[in-house]
């Protein structure tokens, strides 16, 4: 099996092939060969150095698409975007990359197909930012997606043109709407979404963080493990299940600010609840509460997909993960 | 003020055009300028030849959009669309008129807000093809647009770019989700819905017309005159009540094909309705079952829109507009 991630350079695509080297039949099948693409030359694994190509590509320019998908892969995982914050400031540039860069992705395997019979399995990192308030108390499955930034509105955009390009029979799609990851992994960073991170993983390691909003917030979160699994699952599972909608809220947890650090606290101690500094910060607190709080994510969890159910896990496998077990 | 319409030679376009013309303020302010574009140059109605600009221009084509909007139009209405039979039948020519020809000419508005300060109010015509089978009973205001059609797609894109674009403060947008318009005027069509209109249509004017389905069948309908009024009523509301969420599911008629042929019988008699011609198409029988049949249009009515509430009206409109009144 050929498999294909393009965004492999990003926290996810990295955490993916880690895990695609330590677990090799977590697929179901033997990978023979694999292409990770990035818009910087993804690091390339030990593991996987006589089968991987690693390449950098800019999936937006002219022709990029046609040549990622001119080696045929069987399993197209495609997390490349850029991110909200920049989608929002450059309109033009979250447009190209978000929407026409998949758009091209898209239209390439399509053609791929006309040549020659071609349905690879490809999946799409989506977001939870395709809804926009005023939400429900739980975000059901069936809720329409009306975002209020244009990165919600490229990913929503994405969501539709792969659910309409699986049915034509072109590819077999899965769009994978992911929760905010919880403990981001690496140093601290001025996303807005940066604090939910920063909380858990400076006090674990002995180091102060800033807390911009109250306790009271409540947010929706999977562990980078959760983001990777689903991916996983997505790529081996029968999708002969799904039906036509194929973009799917991930499962995740509904936890309070006030929860992370009560879970901090059982696991690290009230020292490292105490390296949390109280700055409220009222442009984080306006950008935060027009965040979905909780979903209904019942489709994708009678589907197989699996998350965390409270923060100590989520803490938990951030001290296995990335601090070799230990606090 | 300068109004487009684009897709004026089509059905709703000239009975657009006829109605600006008949009530010269309906809009709230006087149109000093009328710009009709169309793939073929629409008519020039008698009273708008003075003002009264007619294009024959294709959206989809390099350079069109940028033309059409040189002329700065304080309204525009963008009708223009290729249908949804043709739509699934050529992928490219779809995705190029609905969803490429659309997006150029919010580009176009954009960039032309660029040079110098620029916010039409933009009416896009879209359509309940947006929604997807499995439907609730009533289809409400929050149900997700899921489309089993490629039309139904490039319709559910196109409103998420107008919203955001909205959103942006690049133009002042509405979506008008239409209904089945009934009864169509003109000649028996081979779209699936033509029966609808046609077992009205033909038996007024004593010809015979064929019902490919069960008198249960259910649908959603408007007149040519409310979708019309539609249009009318989104040019000149006040769109700051209307918030973020931009497009809207237009108020209609849920009826039975048995209430149609009801309200045949009590307005042209049953020598009228003994003219339907029981013919079971099982293919249309199929395409029909995969439609929406019921909405609760909640918010569009709240915002001033209205529409027939019994098939009575829906004929009557029909004879005043079409038949000169009588029958």
């Known amino acids: 099996?050929?498999?294909?991630?393009?965004?492999?350079?990003?926290?996810?695509?990295?955490?993916?092939?880690?895990?695609?080297?330590?677990?090799?039949?977590?697929?179901?099948?033997?990978i023979a060969?694999?292409?990770?693409?990035d818009v910087v030359e993804p690091p390339l694994p030990p593991a996987f150095s006589s089968l991987a190509t690693t390449l950098a590509i800019d999936l937006s320019t002219e022709g990029s698409a046609?040549?990622?998908?001119?080696?045929?892969?069987?399993?197209?995982?495609?997390?490349?975007?850029?991110?909200?914050g920049e989608a929002e400031a450059d309109f033009d540039k979250g447009y190209l990359v978000n929407l026409d860069g998949t758009r091209a992705l898209?239209?390439?395997?399509?053609?791929?197909?006309?040549r020659e019979r071609y349905l690879p399995r490809v999946l799409?990192?989506?977001?939870i930012a395709v809804f926009g308030q005023p939400f429900p108390e739980?975000?059901?499955?069936e809720f329409f997606t009306t975002p209020l930034?244009?990165?919600?509105?490229?990913?929503?955009?994405?969501?539709?043109?792969?659910?309409d390009y699986t049915r034509r029979g072109f590819f077999d799609g899965i769009g994978i709407r992911l929760p905010t990851i919880c403990i981001r992994p690496g140093k601290p960073n001025k996303a807005a979404s940066g604090f939910f991170s920063n909380i858990l993983r400076e006090p674990l390691v002995g180091q102060e963080a800033i807390l911009p909003v109250d306790e009271k917030v409540r947010h929706w979160f999977a562990s980078p493990r959760s983001a990777v699994g689903f991916f996983i699952h997505a790529a081996r599972m029968d999708t002969g299940v799904i039906g036509p909608r194929r973009n799917l809220t991930m499962?995740?947890?509904?936890?309070?600010?006030?929860?992370?650090?009560?879970?901090?606290?059982?696991?690290a101690g009230q020292k490292a609840v105490s390296l949390i500094r109280r700055e409220p910060d009222p442009v984080i607190q306006t950008i935060v509460s027009g965040w979905a709080t909780d979903f209904d994510a019942r489709r994708a969890r009678e589907l197989g997909f699996t998350a965390e159910s409270n923060f100590d896990e989520i803490i938990r496998i951030h001290i296995e993960d990335e601090l070799g077990g230990r606090v």
């Open 1 to 30: 099996m050929h498999v294909m991630v393009i965004g492999a350079a990003g926290m996810i695509g990295r955490k993916l092939v880690e895990r695609l080297a330590a677990e090799p039949g977590s697929l179901g099948r033997e």
């Open 33 to 37: 060969s694999l292409t990770l693409a």
């Open 66 to 84: 046609e040549r990622l998908i001119s080696s045929r892969p069987d399993v197209i995982i495609h997390l490349a975007a850029i991110v909200s």
């Open 106 to 114: 898209f239209e390439a395997i399509r053609r791929e197909g006309e």
């Open 124 to 127: 799409f990192a989506s977001s």
């Open 138 to 141: 739980k975000i059901g499955d």
């Open 149 to 163: 930034t244009s990165y919600g509105t490229q990913k929503a955009i994405c969501e539709l043109l792969l659910a």
């Open 251 to 267: 499962p995740g947890l509904s936890a309070l600010v006030g929860e992370e650090i009560e879970a901090l606290a059982r696991i």
